[in-house]
């Protein structure tokens, strides 16, 4: 008997409409539904920086990929052509982690980072306000769980692992900040 090609929308299809109890099955619909919600994230995360860098969608653009896990790197690979239907990507490419990025918009996907090279392709300064608003508001969420660290109540009465969740959102919040900020320097020497 011929094997069913494992690509995701013949899984998907073939999962379709059944839950199953059993183990294997349910592994599998983990793992499509982990897909598609990855690829929802990227292409999400391509289309917010169109919409807010005021790219049209028609427009071919370059797409740069950063650090990401290897699994973001296998999905990219098993996905490009619906990435390709979805993002309209000029080249997807992946840049080494060490690597100097080009200024760019950045998304953050899990520790994927999304970059389109903006040379040519924005108004300079409505993305530096656009970069100010997004560090303002990590710094407004560093200084939400800040205080929230801060009250001697909530650390007291937290279970442990809240209280290191919320001391992991911080150091993920500064790492953002950073990257911003480091970001926001480029994109000024455009």
Known sequence: MAKAPNNLKTR?????????QDGADCD??????ADIL????VVG??????????????????????????????RQVQFTQLIAALARPETLTWIDDDA??????????????????????????????RMDKEINKIIKEITRIQNKLGNEAFVKNAPPEIVAKEKAKIQD????????ESQKARIQNI
């Open 12 to 20: 998907a299809l073939t999962h379709a409409g059944r839950i199953s």
């Open 100 to 129: 100097e990025p080009p200024p760019s918009a950045i998304k953050i996907v899990g520790d994927l980072k999304i970059l389109v090279p903006l040379a040519g392709l924005i108004d300079v300064t409505a993305e530096l306000e």
């Open 28 to 33: 599998e619909q983990r793992s499509i539904f």
């Open 45 to 74: 995360a391509v289309r917010n920086i169109r919409g807010e860098q005021d790219i049209p969608p028609s427009k071919l653009i370059p797409i740069l990929l950063q650090q990401g896990s290897t699994l973001d790197r296998s």
């Open 173 to 180: 919040y500064l790492k953002t900040k950073t990257d911003f």
């Open 38 to 41: 990855w690829i929802k994230e």
